[in-house]
């Protein structure tokens, strides 16, 4: 990074660029252009142009690269980048592919494609295997970047001609000095999936292209330096927080933030899924609305077919895209890329757009609780701080409809109880019909418990974590 290049992005300019920067292991990279995408036929045309562009390699990482029309689509477009030369290199994740069939990755391999597959399921190392590559990335020649939340598939291209609609997602077209650093990135991870370091030499440095100063906020299983980004970004907010995620179930300290920016005024909402296709994660999800709603946080739920975004707008100045979701599985056991973006060109569109998706959303709002008239005033809770009246768009107040937590929630926990429920009938039928069978799995599984921890306490200590 050149002299001028570090001044202007120092430390000292502002505090939360140097808090963020220590939280994402990574000083902030300005000269950018950052251009948001909305969705999965405006990323898919952005990969297109990226493939027909390269002249030297591409870079092409993915948690779900399914064999259908529109990985068809993918591998094609990559294939022929091959054909022309280009080094063309495709990182899969094992458990995210698993239904993808070994031909699609021969069809590649054959057509001069190295692919490489990410941690492959061992149950000699359960630990380990919940460490997933989640990252979703494409670049070309270290001048040119797409990061985001999409995924290679037919949901998230949907069908025109059947009427299907695409899985609302977000992701961001990045050139400039920024994309070098996401190239690094990228052979450091395919590096630790077995991988050998490209023949050709990655660029130092790029011309700049914009005004954008952009983070890059890689998370590594165990570091939490996600948790912290979002930490700090809900803490700096002056005026408002936008938050849209696809599996939300935030740790405490993610919550608490959100929490307590709604009760000092901040403006702070929410987007989840209300269909989705991980319905477990969307009833954790709704068993923590209460206390964020308490605290004056506005929820909203999504009435499409499936929003897989994982945006933050912060005021009219930061927007973070990428992959990761706000929950401990994605913030502290995955490899996830998140830019974290300093710039008012992006964040405005961005929220743009978050308050166009309220208007195809539900809110979520909290019936008021009765208090029986003979109490006295005193046995009001005195210190509830009623979050100020915030304006809505013409486009809410005209879309917008309600309906209570409980009424959500109550199913929530419904689905909780009664797979408990069926679970414990189940292992007590189990226990009675089989009890020696079951003793000796119970036995195998923790001595293979035992012995898997073992090896993870010899590798840290190897490692010397």
């Given amino acids: 990074m050149s002299a001028r290049r570090d001044r202007e992005a120092g430390p000292v300019r502002d505090p939360l660029r140097r808090a963020l920067d220590r939280a994402a292991g990574l000083r902030g990279i300005p000269g950018n252009d950052v251009r948001p995408l909305t969705d999965g036929p405006e990323i898919f045309g952005a990969i297109e142009e990226l493939a027909a562009q390269a002249e030297r390699w591409i870079h092409f990482e993915n948690y779900i690269i399914r064999a259908d029309a529109t990985g068809a689509r993918v591998a094609e477009l990559l ?31 054959h057509g001069g494609v190295v692919v490489q597959r990410f941690n492959p399921l061992s149950p000699l190392h359960p630990f380990r295997s919940f460490r997933r590559n989640h990252r979703k990335y494409v670049a070309a020649d270290g001048h040119r970047a797409i990061v985001g939340g999409f995924c290679v598939g037919n949901e998230w291209s949907g069908d025109a001609r059947r009427g299907v609609p695409p899985w609302r997602d977000t992701g961001v077209d990045l050139s400039g000095p920024a994309v070098p650093a996401l190239e690094h990135g990228f052979v450091r991870v395919w590096r630790a999936g077995g991988g050998a370091a490209p023949p050709y030499a990655l660029p130092g440095e790029a011309a700049e292209r914009g005004t954008a100063v952009v983070h890059l906020v890689e998370g590594i299983p165990g570091r939490w330096n996600l948790a912290r980004a979002a930490q700090l970004l809900v803490a700096s907010a002056a005026e408002r927080v936008w938050i849209t995620d696809a599996y939300l179930v935030g740790p ?17 909402r929410l987007l989840a899924p209300g269909r989705t296709d991980l319905p477990a994660i969307r009833t954790l999800t709704r068993v923590g609305y209460r206390e964020l709603l308490d605290a004056g946080v506005r929820i909203w739920e999504w009435r499409g077919p499936m929003i ?25 056991a995955n490899f996830e890329l998140d830019v974290v973006v300093e710039d008012r060109h992006a964040a405005r569109p961005a929220a743009r757009q978050f308050l166009s998706d309220l208007g195809n959303a539900v809110e979520i709002v909290l019936r008021p609780r009765l208090v029986a008239r003979r109490l006295p005033p005193a ?24 309906v209570t937590l409980r009424h959500v929630a109550g199913g929530a926990r419904r689905s909780i109880a009664g797979a408990v429920t069926f679970a414990f009938l189940g292992a007590g039928a189990l226990l009675v019909a089989l009890p020696r069978v079951m003793a000796y799995g119970l ?3 923790c001595f293979a418990l035992a012995g898997a921890a073992a090896r993870h306490i010899h590798e840290r200590r190897h490692l010397g974590d």
């Fill in 308 to 332: 897989h975004a994982k945006t933050m707008v912060v005021d009219d100045r930061w927007l973070k895209v990428g992959s990761s979701n706000l929950n401990p599985s994605s913030l502290a």
């Fill in 379 to 402: 046995m009001v809770p005195a210190g509830t701080v009623q979050p100020r009246p915030r304006a809505a768009t013409a486009r809410e107040l005209g879309q917008r409809a309600a």
């Fill in 443 to 445: 036995a195998v599984l």
């Fill in 252 to 268: 405490t300290v993610v919550v608490a933030a959100l929490a307590s920016a709604a009760r000092d005024g901040l403006d702070v």
């Fill in 79 to 109: 294939l022929a980048a091959a054909r022309r030369g280009v080094a063309v290199r495709v990182l899969y994740d094992a458990l995210g592919c698993r239904s993808t069939p070994r031909r699609f990755w021969r069809h590649l391999r």
